[in-house]
Each structure stands twice: as C-alpha cells, then as structure tokens.
C-alpha cells in the first residue's frame, strides 16, 4: 500500500520560515521524482517544487528565492523548507511522488500566513 504522509502544517506570520514534510512508504522512493504542491480556496491545484531522482530542482516563479526542496532516500522523505512566508502563500499543500505513469498523493497539510 502506498502512502505518503505530510506533516509540518500550521499557522504563521508573514515572513516566518516553515517546513514541511513528506515521509512516503509502499514505492521505491529514489526513482520517484517528488514534488510538493498547492491549492488555495477557489484556485487549482499548482506545482510548487520538484526534485527528481537525480536531485534535480525546479521552482514556481512565486516561490524562487524562498522555498527549497530536498530529499532524503533513506529515510523516504521530501522537504519543503519555506522562507520569508507571504499571505498568498495560504493553501492545503500536497506531497506527490510521479514516475512514469504512476502518481501518488498525500492527504495535505494546511499552511496558513496571517497576521
């Protein structure tokens, strides 16, 4: 059974850091690229970062300079480390693990920047 679980979620200050993330079980995670993605209320569902087996990174523009995203092979986690947090950054964000035609989602995490 496959399963990935995000942890890390919650509510913040503008300009507070976050992390959150991703432990995945049930796939052979290092083939997997990874990615981490967002949803906020009446918006669709949009990729914020990936990293792929070969480490490999790619951004949204809204996210570059402050987010980073890593991973960890053994111990089958994905990381989002997120910066200088803006309120247009609020949404459920989700962990998916993609390879080929395979596409697995987490349940989601609720980030919320407020003051």
């Known amino acids: 059974q496959v399963q990935l679980v995000e942890s890390g979620g919650g509510l913040v200050q503008p300009g507070d850091s976050l992390t959150l993330s991703c432990t995945v079980s049930?796939?052979?995670?290092?083939?997997?690229?990874m990615g981490w993605y967002r949803q906020a209320p009446g918006k669709q569902r949009e990729l914020v970062a990936a990293i792929t087996e070969g480490d490999s990174t790619n951004y949204a523009d809204s996210v570059k300079g402050r987010f980073i995203i890593s991973r960890d092979n053994a111990k089958k986690t994905v990381c989002l480390q997120m910066n200088s947090l803006k309120p247009e950054d609020t949404a459920v964000y989700y962990c998916?693990?993609?390879?080929?035609?395979?596409?697995?989602w987490g349940q989601g995490t609720q980030v919320t920047v407020s003051s």
């Open positions: 998916s693990a993609q390879r080929y035609t395979w596409n697995y």
């Open positions: 049930g796939i052979a995670f290092a083939f997997y690229t």
